[in-house]
């Protein structure tokens, strides 16, 4: 789920299941974002309703590696991960870990308390919503008569 709010924020939330999929379908709606690329929007990335990890340490190092070389030729930005859970915060740190800030305009932080993240970014009236579209996400799909799907 990827939306804008307070006309300078993306919000992104991978769902229950942090994979392949959700991870490039992030790079690929960001970077084809011109007001990301003009320094215009932050991105708080949602970690909270993680509950499955299908991903490998590889993975993990090409997503970051994608990111860099997408954000290379931004002007200045800040990105949140964000996630009030172990499992999503945990995997928010290993993200930071392989994620090199040299030479790349964006302040990466990872945060465990929505209201630091927020005031980090200066949007603390945002908490309310990102709350209701955590919870939003969380709802898992239905399809073709399955559960769980997302």
Not at 15 to 41: H, T, W
Request: proline residues 4%; glycine residues 8%; hydrophobic residues 45%.
């Amino acid at each position: 789920m990827i939306e804008i709010l307070d006309k300078r924020l993306i919000y992104f939330n991978p769902g229950r299941v942090l994979n392949q999929k959700a991870l490039m379908s992030y790079v690929d709606i960001v970077q084809a974002m011109p007001e990301v690329q003009q320094g215009l929007y932050d991105v708080f990335s949602d970690h909270s309703q993680i509950e499955k990890v299908e991903l490998t340490s590889r993975d993990y190092m090409e997503w970051a590696t994608d990111c860099q070389k997408g954000a290379m030729g931004h002007q200045p930005y800040k990105a949140v991960l964000y996630s009030s859970t172990m499992l999503g915060f945990g995997m928010a740190r290993m993200f930071e870990s392989v994620f090199t800030i040299d030479e790349v305009p964006v302040q990466l932080k990872v945060f465990g308390d929505l209201e630091e993240a927020l005031e980090w970014l200066r949007l603390p009236g945002l908490k309310q919503k990102i709350l209701s579209l955590g919870k939003r996400a969380a709802i898992p799909l239905t399809v073709a008569g399955e559960e769980g799907v997302s």
